[in-house]
């Protein structure tokens, strides 16, 4: 088991990678793209912005971050923590085809999505106990 020190430091690196690929998939879908509106959960269409992007990859990343951390001391800590990830993942990608105006949009923001929770899962992950 790795100390709380040592998992503050990969759950920030992993935050980073996951903020820098987030911006790299946004610049690349608006460039090809420029259609990228979806459906909050409670509020209208509305388009997606570079700036919202990064502030809900920050915010839903520290979240995960935050669950990670509560994990560290359970038992089976990184399989709970896999499980979780995938469920999230899961649930996001059906999220994005009933919130988005078109298909392709779907797509990248599925693509946003595995971008953001990817490197953090896999930082997080490997600070966690196997079981």
Known sequence: MQST?????Y???GLIVSVIGVAIVWLLANAI??????KPPGQDMARLTFGTAIFVTLVDGTVGALIGWLLFWRNKPRSWWYVIVAIVLVLEAINAFHGTTTTET???LNVMHLAAGLPLAYAVGQT???G
């Not at 020190?5 to 430091?9: A, P, R, Y």
């Not at 793209?33 to 979806?38: F, N, R």
């Open 128 to 130: 966690l106990r196997r």
């Open 106 to 108: 779907a797509l990248w």
């Open 33 to 38: 793209s420029p259609d990228l509106y979806a």
């Open 5 to 9: 020190t040592t998992f503050l430091k």
């Open 11 to 13: 759950a920030i690196a």
